[in-house]
Protein backbone atom coordinates (compact mmCIF):
# COMPACT_ATOMS: atom_id res chain seq x y z
CA UNK A 1 0.00 0.00 0.00
CA UNK A 2 3.20 2.28 0.96
CA UNK A 3 4.77 1.52 -2.06
CA UNK A 4 1.84 1.96 -4.43
CA UNK A 5 0.72 5.38 -2.57
CA UNK A 6 4.73 6.37 -2.93
CA UNK A 7 4.89 5.82 -7.22
CA UNK A 8 1.37 7.39 -7.04
CA UNK A 9 2.81 10.63 -5.99
CA UNK A 10 6.21 10.41 -7.44
CA UNK A 11 3.84 10.07 -10.92
CA UNK A 12 1.80 12.81 -10.01
CA UNK A 13 5.12 15.35 -9.41
CA UNK A 14 6.45 13.96 -12.85
CA UNK A 15 3.46 14.84 -14.50
CA UNK A 16 3.20 17.92 -12.76
CA UNK A 17 6.42 19.14 -13.36
CA UNK A 18 7.06 17.85 -17.23
CA UNK A 19 3.65 19.55 -17.75
CA UNK A 20 3.88 22.78 -20.30
CA UNK A 21 1.73 25.27 -20.82
CA UNK A 22 -1.46 24.46 -23.17
CA UNK A 23 -0.69 28.24 -24.65
CA UNK A 24 3.20 27.87 -25.77
CA UNK A 25 3.60 27.28 -29.03
CA UNK A 26 6.05 24.14 -31.14
CA UNK A 27 8.29 27.35 -31.73
CA UNK A 28 8.42 28.11 -28.55
CA UNK A 29 9.33 24.52 -27.05
CA UNK A 30 11.67 23.81 -29.43
CA UNK A 31 13.87 27.20 -28.33
CA UNK A 32 13.27 25.80 -24.89
CA UNK A 33 14.19 22.07 -25.70
CA UNK A 34 17.55 23.77 -27.33
CA UNK A 35 18.10 26.69 -24.52
CA UNK A 36 18.05 23.70 -22.10
CA UNK A 37 20.61 21.48 -23.91
CA UNK A 38 23.07 24.17 -24.58
CA UNK A 39 22.52 25.50 -21.05
CA UNK A 40 23.23 22.27 -19.50
CA UNK A 41 26.32 20.93 -21.95
CA UNK A 42 27.97 24.61 -20.77
CA UNK A 43 27.24 24.12 -17.02
CA UNK A 44 28.68 20.50 -17.16
CA UNK A 45 31.85 21.98 -18.35
CA UNK A 46 32.46 25.06 -16.98
CA UNK A 47 30.98 23.93 -13.24
CA UNK A 48 34.70 24.29 -12.00
CA UNK A 49 35.70 27.24 -13.31
CA UNK A 50 32.91 29.28 -12.28
CA UNK A 51 30.80 27.81 -9.77
CA UNK A 52 33.06 25.84 -7.21
CA UNK A 53 32.19 22.68 -8.60
CA UNK A 54 28.75 22.25 -7.98
CA UNK A 55 26.77 19.85 -10.08
CA UNK A 56 23.88 22.09 -11.90
CA UNK A 57 21.57 20.34 -13.80
CA UNK A 58 18.55 22.61 -15.84
CA UNK A 59 15.35 21.16 -15.01
CA UNK A 60 13.35 22.86 -16.95
CA UNK A 61 13.22 26.06 -19.51
CA UNK A 62 10.07 28.54 -20.24
CA UNK A 63 10.54 30.95 -23.24
CA UNK A 64 8.06 33.56 -23.59
CA UNK A 65 5.94 33.77 -26.94
CA UNK A 66 7.92 36.55 -28.59
CA UNK A 67 11.18 34.50 -27.67
CA UNK A 68 12.75 37.31 -25.78
CA UNK A 69 12.87 35.47 -22.53
CA UNK A 70 13.98 32.14 -20.78
CA UNK A 71 12.90 31.58 -17.74
CA UNK A 72 15.72 28.79 -16.23
CA UNK A 73 14.79 26.58 -13.61
CA UNK A 74 18.06 25.23 -12.40
CA UNK A 75 18.33 22.67 -9.34
CA UNK A 76 21.87 22.53 -7.21
CA UNK A 77 23.93 19.72 -6.11
CA UNK A 78 24.94 19.77 -2.88
CA UNK A 79 22.03 21.56 -1.67
CA UNK A 80 24.17 23.87 0.85
CA UNK A 81 23.60 27.85 0.83
CA UNK A 82 21.31 28.27 -2.75
CA UNK A 83 20.53 31.81 -2.29
CA UNK A 84 24.45 32.51 -2.34
CA UNK A 85 24.94 30.36 -5.53
CA UNK A 86 21.99 31.86 -7.32
CA UNK A 87 23.70 35.29 -7.44
CA UNK A 88 26.87 33.61 -8.38
CA UNK A 89 24.74 32.59 -11.01
CA UNK A 90 23.07 35.93 -11.96
CA UNK A 91 26.38 37.70 -11.67
CA UNK A 92 28.00 35.47 -14.57
CA UNK A 93 24.45 35.44 -16.54
CA UNK A 94 26.23 37.80 -19.25
CA UNK A 95 28.78 35.37 -19.40
CA UNK A 96 26.39 32.55 -19.79
CA UNK A 97 24.49 34.00 -22.65
CA UNK A 98 27.38 34.87 -24.55
CA UNK A 99 28.29 31.14 -24.47
CA UNK A 100 24.82 30.56 -25.35
CA UNK A 101 24.90 32.77 -28.16
CA UNK A 102 27.67 31.16 -29.81
CA UNK A 103 26.26 27.86 -29.94
CA UNK A 104 23.40 28.81 -31.26
CA UNK A 105 23.63 31.83 -33.16
CA UNK A 106 22.57 29.94 -36.44
CA UNK A 107 19.42 28.71 -34.89
CA UNK A 108 18.30 31.60 -33.54
CA UNK A 109 17.86 34.91 -34.51
CA UNK A 110 17.53 36.51 -31.32
CA UNK A 111 19.91 35.43 -28.40
CA UNK A 112 17.21 35.59 -25.24
CA UNK A 113 17.70 37.05 -22.15
CA UNK A 114 18.27 34.70 -19.27
CA UNK A 115 16.32 34.86 -15.91
CA UNK A 116 17.60 31.87 -13.73
CA UNK A 117 15.31 30.22 -10.52
CA UNK A 118 16.24 27.81 -8.40
CA UNK A 119 14.30 24.54 -9.11
CA UNK A 120 12.89 23.17 -5.26
CA UNK A 121 10.65 20.42 -7.16
CA UNK A 122 13.39 17.49 -6.37
CA UNK A 123 13.51 19.51 -2.18
CA UNK A 124 9.51 19.05 -2.49
CA UNK A 125 9.19 15.65 -3.93
CA UNK A 126 11.80 14.45 -0.91
CA UNK A 127 10.27 16.17 1.29
CA UNK A 128 6.66 14.37 0.71
CA UNK A 129 8.72 10.89 0.97
CA UNK A 130 9.85 11.64 4.00
CA UNK A 131 6.28 12.64 5.31
CA UNK A 132 4.93 9.50 3.65
CA UNK A 133 7.37 7.21 5.17
CA UNK A 134 7.08 8.96 8.62
Do not use: C, W
Not at 107 to 127: G, K, N, T, V, W
Amino acid sequence: MEKELHESVVYFLFLHLTKQNKMTTLRQNKVARLVQKELASFFQLESRNYFQGKMISVTQVRVSPDLSLAKVYISIFPLDKNEDFMSTVNQHKKIIRNALSRKIRYQLRIIPELAFFHDDSIDYADRIDQLLKS
